[in-house]
């Protein structure tokens, strides 16, 4: 056998070998290959390790069941079994996005919005070489987006919105060929937007919103998306005149690009855009006309251009858009009427053109055809009569009509108005009757029919209109007595009624309006006594009585009024003493306090000083007034009152012997019974550092120390009310002690002086504090009003309306800034919530318990840190899951929880939100489904500019952001909350 032979024959045994070799690798690969594609339960299961799931959502992620019936898993719809997609989104999740989830070979769809993710953007998850839809809003990313974005290749939806995604807009997005959706809005992009957003030639949205970037301009490459149908850049620092590039977005149907510095005219072009549903560029700095040319916006349903420096007349071609439903004009300087052909449209359902210079008359027809919801065309020039029909659609919420020129009876049709929450006429010329039926809607909250010349009396009808909180009727041609019916008001806070002609008797029944804070009937002619119930309304602030006939005597209830800071009963016929129980009352706070013209007798039981003067008591001939010359009928008063304080004191000076006497042979007794659960040693040894100088003892404290005037308890110990001698309350928080080794100090004096130290309005002062070898007593100053957490409460809610929870909200961030920015070194409170923060008589807030959290880890027994509780539920940053710290961020989370509980009334965490879900994710979700701020409001007061509310929900969900780099600084909310208080947009918000 020759060579060539011997090599075949040797080849010939090597290749089945070979053969059988390669097979084997190939049937290992797809034994491997097709393990892979038929165990998703693994993957899944690994994927679920690096999630953290604190509310047990992925309790049915178990290897026992098929993953399609696992809760957000998406199967293919035809074979239910090959997985399409995942949807966690708003599980309250957070830990680590694995990329292990990248294994799954059809995984087309990843969507975790309204979570807790944080870290870097997972760049890694462009291994899911299948994914069209990617969806990573309201989460804690950070950091940049990678220039690699372009590797997402097959991405036609990207939405990374409201994370802390920094730095330069990548260019690199530009070349995701099949995006279609991009959201990016609410990150904190720099930079210029980038004009390779150009080559996205399938983008139907684009949403920028809310983001920093630095050039003032739109890229003019924009004008090639041609098939963009969404495009949203509100609050991006845009300036100079709007783009006429604009009109080649032929698709265009939403066009937002409000909150910017845009100036110059409203360009024609933007009219030439057959799609366009929503035109909106509010808080802008436009002037000119409103181009006729709007009547070509055939598809027009909402018109926005509130807030800007437009003048002309409104154009008559706007009556051409018959899908138009929300139009709003206001806050400009349009002149000229209202085109009467509005009436003719039959969508409108929003019409807000206050404060213009508008003139003539209304439409009698306006609502004849529409289900008119808001009809708001206050602070104009207009005349002529109040159309009747405007309720006509049966869901009217707002008739606003005050400073105009309106005549004439107000319409009688509006009795059937059921849904009507606020009537604002004032300050017309309106006249006749106020109809029956409009006085008893059950809906209304305001009705303010002020300043016109309205006769007839208050109808008993009144007590039906049980939500009413502001009845105003000052300044008309009213008459007849109160009705009782308006006892009926629980919710009442602001009753106005001077200058009319009302007579009869104060009803007692006013006495049940618990909330009522302000109550003007001056300038009437009531008769009779004042209700002694008037003093038992304890939030009352004002009283104005003046220029009445009333007669007896002021009402020694009135002491009890600890809110009151303006009285005026002058010019009436009341007789008899001035209560000595006037004397409890701060009156040097008051603002007024007169008491002139009467009939007024005896001493002044109180010293004048501030508003109290001798110009309080004037034409009060019997009145012994300090300081003043005295009638002889005074001195003998005053000598009578001599001889009988002699006898009285006498008499108080064998009481207090005998009194003595029983204190001693009690404090024998108590030497061997302990009398309160807190061991307290009366006798021993008290060290008592004060921080300011003081007007008590520690006697006055430590005998405060009784069951009955408990007012509070927690974590930290018991909080006592002690009245003190002279009339004025404190309040005593007794320290949990620690067992067995609570004489140590362990740097509690260190902490006590450094919040002894601490000076600002709206930090609740600590006066001083005593301690003894059992015993640690912080002494406080004393808030009439308790705490915020208290007055969100259902029944005490109404208290606070729109200013005093702005009000409160700025004063807690000055707060909150003031211990952050302006301590050496910065103090964190740790726990911000409603209970911790303290409302003074003017409601302003005082933030309690900073610094205790620290203390409380000194004195608590072994075993109790506040470093493991760092604060309340519902309230702890997130990252304390995962860094186990707390930081001054964490107090900024605190706080936005606490702004979003003042806006929606609604605990942090509460079974209505949903599985997973907290007040957080709640607003968010809300917000991002388009929904609207009335789903989320506090129903229980009215608001204001809608605007303004969004705003302010804003800056809650930048505190809230999942990762702390992300949040504004407190210095940063103050500054925000104050750009809120004077914008030109909500400064209007009081009077709407």
Sequence with gaps: MNSRVQTNMSEASYWPKAYINVMLL???????????????????MTFKEGLRDSNGILYDWQSSKPP??????????????????????????????????????????IEVAGNRFGGPFPAWLSNCTKLVKLDLSFNGFLGPLPEAISDFGSLTHLDISTNGISGSFPESIGRLPKLQYLNVSNCQFSGPIPSLLANLSDLTTLFLSWNFFSSPYLPPSLANLTRLQVFSCARCSLYGPIPTWLENLRELKYLELSYNNFSGSIPKELMHLPKLEMLELYINQLSGNIPAEIGNLSSL????????????????????????GLLHLWNNSLTGTIPPGLAELDHLYDISLFKNQLTGNLSWHLGSKSKLHIFDVSSNQLSGLVPPYLCSGGVMLKIILFNN??????????????????????NNHLSGTVPKGLWGLPNLTILDISNNFFYGSVHPNIGRAIKLQNLIVSHNQLSGPLPKEIGKLQLLENFLASGNSISGWIPSEIGSCSNLRHVYLDANKIVGEIPTSLGFLAYLTELNLAGNQLTGNIPDT????????????????????????????DLLSFMLFDLSFNDLSGPVPFPLNGAVSVKSFRANPRLCIPGQPMSKQCSKTES??????????LVLAVCLVIVSIVSIIIRKMMQHKDWSKEKLTMNSHWNIVPFGQLNFGKEEILGSLQRENLIGHGGAGHVYRAMLKNNEFVAVKMLHRRDGDFCQDNGFTAEIETMGSVRQRNILRLLCYLSNNETNLLVYEYMPNGSLGELLQQSKACMLDYAIRFKIALGTAQGLSYLHHDCVPPIVHRDIKPNNILLDDEMVPHIADFGIAKILDKIMPAGYTVSSVPGSIGYIA????????????????SFGIVLLELLTGKQPVATEFGEGMDIVRWVAAKLRAGKGLQQILDTRIQWGSEQHMLFLVRIALLCTNNFPHNRPSMKEVVKMLLEARTDKKLENLSSH
């Design 640 to 649: 009578s009152l001599r001889d009988l304080l002699w006898i009285l004191s």
């Design 878 to 893: 997130p990252e304390y899951g995962y860094a186990n710290r707390v930081t001054e961020k964490s107090d900024v989370y």
């Design 558 to 585: 009135f002491g009890r009024l600890r809110q009151l800071a303006s009285l005026n009963l002058s010019h009436n016929l009341l007789k008899g003493r001035i209560p000595s129980s006037f004397s409890t009352l």
């Design 301 to 324: 349903t909402d018109l926005d251009l509130d807030s800007n420096y437009l003048t002309g007349p409104i154009p008559e071609e706007i009556t051409l858009l018959k899908n138009l």
């Design 26 to 44: 190939l049937s290992l690969s797809l034994i491997v290959l097709v393990e892979a594609e038929q165990s998703p339960v693994e993957t899944l």
């Design 405 to 426: 020129n309106f005549q004439g009876n107000f319409p009688e049709e509006y009795y059937s108005c059921t849904t009507l929450k606020r009537i604002r006429v004032q």
């Design 68 to 109: 399609c019936n696992w809760t957000g898993i998406i199967c293919d719809s035809l074979t239910n079994s090959a997985i399409r997609g995942i949807d966690l989104s708003y599980k309250g999740l957070s830990g680590v996005l694995s990329p292990v989830i990248c294994q799954l070979p059809n995984l087309a769809t």
